[in-house]
């Protein structure tokens, strides 16, 4: 069974910068995965903010950006503000199979 | 402005079964892949089930595989999930989301979801 891993929590001081990753239990992970990656705030529905590694919404915040490093996918916060507190999940594709990480839960304090 | 809205979701004794559905406006959804994702009270994201635009190809989560059915009635711009053999650890929000992309890789709008409850 595949997993996707990410760290559990974070914290970010405000107009901070964070990394947040998402790593596979099958090895490396390459935009040939097609990261996508998700923000829920509390009591809402999640939302998209990356795709297929990099692209943003139209929605998409320009303080976020989504990149490969090493050998994980990174969802990067740059200029952290306190509406940025959330759950962050990736999403990892896997030939027909789809794997949620276990999310980041990101506070900034 | 793309809008998915859940409905169908409530309470359903452990073994029974319940279809939810998901209706779209603003997008007519026969241009699109579509997903189901659930989120179990105070857990994480869970994939569930997929659908190609035409409806011709499905993918199934290994936990509901033989127990859902994930279909869609384009001509009324609908998403369905049929569940049946309903287990206690099925209870959660169910999320219908829209995708774009040849392969299904390509995440946008979300709905608010629907509350699957499977309790006696």
């Known amino acids: 069974q595949t997993v996707v891993t990410q760290e559990p929590s974070l914290t970010v001081s405000p107009g901070g910068t964070v990394t947040l990753t998402c790593a596979s239990s099958t090895g490396i992970v390459t935009s040939g995965f097609y990261p996508n990656w998700f923000q829920q705030r509390p009591g809402q529905a999640p939302r998209t903010l990356i795709y297929s590694t990099k692209n943003k919404h139209s929605w998409t915040p320009a303080r976020f950006s989504g990149s490969v490093l090493g050998d994980k996918a990174a969802l990067t916060l740059s200029g952290a503000q306190p509406e940025d507190e959330a759950d962050y999940y990736c999403l990892l594709y896997y030939g027909g199979v789809w794997v949620f990480g276990g999310g980041t839960k990101l506070t900034v304090l | 402005e793309v809008q998915l809205a859940e409905s169908g979701g409530g309470l359903v004794q452990p073994g029974g079964s319940l279809r939810v559905s998901c209706s779209a406006s603003?997008?007519?959804?026969?241009?699109?892949?579509m997903f189901w994702v659930r989120q179990a009270p105070g857990k994480g994201l869970e994939y569930v089930a997929a659908i190609s635009n035409d409806g011709r190809s499905t993918y199934y989560a290994d936990p509901v595989k033989g127990r859902f059915t994930i279909s869609r009635d384009n001509s009324e711009n609908t998403l369905y999930l049929q569940m049946t053999s309903l287990r206690p650890d099925d209870t959660a929000m169910y999320y219908c989301?829209?995708?774009?992309?040849?392969?299904?890789?390509?995440?946008?709008?979300w709905g608010q979801g629907t509350l699957v409850t499977v309790s006696s």
């Open positions: 603003g997008s007519a959804l026969s241009s699109f892949a």
């Open positions: 989301v829209r995708s774009m992309g040849a392969i299904m890789t390509v995440w946008d709008f």
